[in-house]
């Protein structure tokens, strides 16, 4: 399933150029159209005129002239490839998620916890991703080993990072006499996005973690390509010129 964005595009916009070309076309119709009338002001006789000429087709003498430059125009456009950015699901793709459940995501600086709140967050970022994504997850505590599917991509593999909790964040230990203070370090973090290409983030409370997990999810669940839309230019300039050949031969018993 493709999701259009909207953003047309021609691969070949040097061809544009031809445009000019209907541009004159249209310049040139008006022009023959005003000399046809101020020639036919020059006769003399003009109950005679009325008499042989047939009768004055208005407005309908345009409208073959304008479906047929409308339809040159949809030529060049097709003929100049155009193209559109869709949103393509990565079906392929495979999303690791590192989840930290050491001492420090008990901290309740984040209700009712970090890891709590981080397990529901994840929760919802799976259901965001397309279904056929493949999925896994690793915890880490205290040693963190990144685990990537096989791939051909030596360069990297883009890791992005989620700096979860405040600078307040504190736990109870047994043996010790006060809370321990378990601040994130979003530096450190972004040092790890930074290194390999991905996007550091932060949040300090539930609902910004799940709107970090939404904007995630919609990069890495989706990919931007270019849609070849030339079929639609081709078949909308083919129907105009069908229209304007049976009004052309409806009107005037001729085509255009």
């Given at each position: 399933?493709?999701t ?12 544009l150029?031809?445009?000019?070309g209907v ?10 159209q005003?000399?046809?009338a ?14 042989v000429?047939p ?6 003498r345009y409208?073959p ?14 003929f100049a490839?155009p ?7 990565r ?5 690791m998620m590192?989840i ?11 209700a ?7 397990q ?5 970022f ?6 056929r994504?493949?999925?896994?997850l ?5 040693t963190?080993v ?11 593999v883009?890791?992005s990072t ?10 109870d ?8 203070a ?6 450190a973090?972004?040092?790890?996005a ?17 709107q ?6 919609s ?18 300039s ?13 009107w005037?018993?001729r085509?255009?």
């Amino acid at each position: 399933m493709t999701t259009p964005v909207f953003a047309l595009t021609f691969v070949e916009s040097g061809r544009l150029w031809l445009l000019l070309g209907v541009a004159a076309l249209g310049i040139s119709f008006v022009v023959l159209q005003r000399r046809r009338a101020t020639y036919a002001v020059r006769f003399t006789n003009l109950a005679l005129l009325d008499s042989v000429a047939p009768k004055n087709p208005g407005y309908r003498r345009y409208v073959p002239a304008v479906l047929m430059l409308l339809a040159l125009a949809g030529m060049v456009g097709a003929f100049a490839k155009p193209a559109r950015d869709v949103r393509v699901p990565r079906e392929r793709a495979t999303i690791m998620m590192a989840i930290d459940t050491s001492l420090s995501m008990e901290a309740t600086d984040v209700a009712p916890s970090r890891l709590e709140a981080a397990q529901n967050a994840a929760k919802q970022f799976v259901e965001l991703l397309p279904p056929r994504l493949n999925v896994g997850l690793v915890t880490f505590n205290g040693t963190a080993v990144v685990k990537v599917a096989p791939t051909q991509d030596r360069d990297n593999v883009p890791v992005s990072t989620i700096a979860f909790g405040t600078a307040d964040g504190v736990i109870d230990l047994p043996g010790q006499d006060g809370p321990i203070a378990v601040p994130v370090n979003p530096a450190a973090l972004a040092k790890v996005a930074n290194a390999t290409h991905g996007t550091a983030f932060t949040a300090a409370t539930g609902s910004e973690l799940k709107q970090v997990y939404e904007d995630i999810g919609s990069s890495v669940g989706y990919t931007t390509e270019l849609k070849d839309i030339t079929g639609t230019f081709v078949g909308a300039s083919l129907l105009v010129l069908f229209i304007c050949a049976a009004l052309s031969q409806l009107w005037f018993s001729r085509l255009p």
